[in-house]
């Protein structure tokens, strides 16, 4: 069992997809990459508008392949963005960015 993905769903895309189910994860893993890459950028130059709504299509992201822990941790984030709690969002990316890297190993995995 995998922590970080929903086995479950992630063979129910396998099947409903078929050959496509590789195209599709790929796609989020460079989608993905490029997202938290810009949101980590807007933080640092303090545009936490930006950064909030790459977290918001993020969380949706990470629905659609099983990826639910990661996507509650963007929408952890997205919150604190639009309370404007920016000390305790910084605070939670290094979490954020651990997980998103076992979610990355867990579904290139996936595709073997």
């Known amino acids: ?26 796609a989020f893993l460079t989608d993905s990459r490029q997202r938290l890459t810009r949101a980590r950028e807007a ?18 992201s990470c629905g659609n392949v099983g990826a639910e822990p990661l996507a509650q941790l ?3 984030l997205e919150g604190l963005l639009k309370k404007a709690d920016y000390r305790s969002a910084q605070q939670k990316m ?3 960015e651990r997980e998103y890297q076992r979610v990355r190993q867990a579904l290139r995995l996936s595709m073997v």
Do not use: T, V, W
């Open 74 to 76: 963007f929408q952890q």
């Open 43 to 60: 933080m640092g130059r303090d545009d936490y508008e930006l950064a909030r709504r790459e977290f918001h299509s993020l969380k949706g």
């Open 1 to 26: 069992m995998n922590d970080s993905i929903n086995l479950k769903q992630i063979e129910e895309l396998k099947d409903i997809l078929g050959d496509e189910f590789q195209g599709l994860i790929d």
């Open 94 to 96: 290094p979490e954020l």
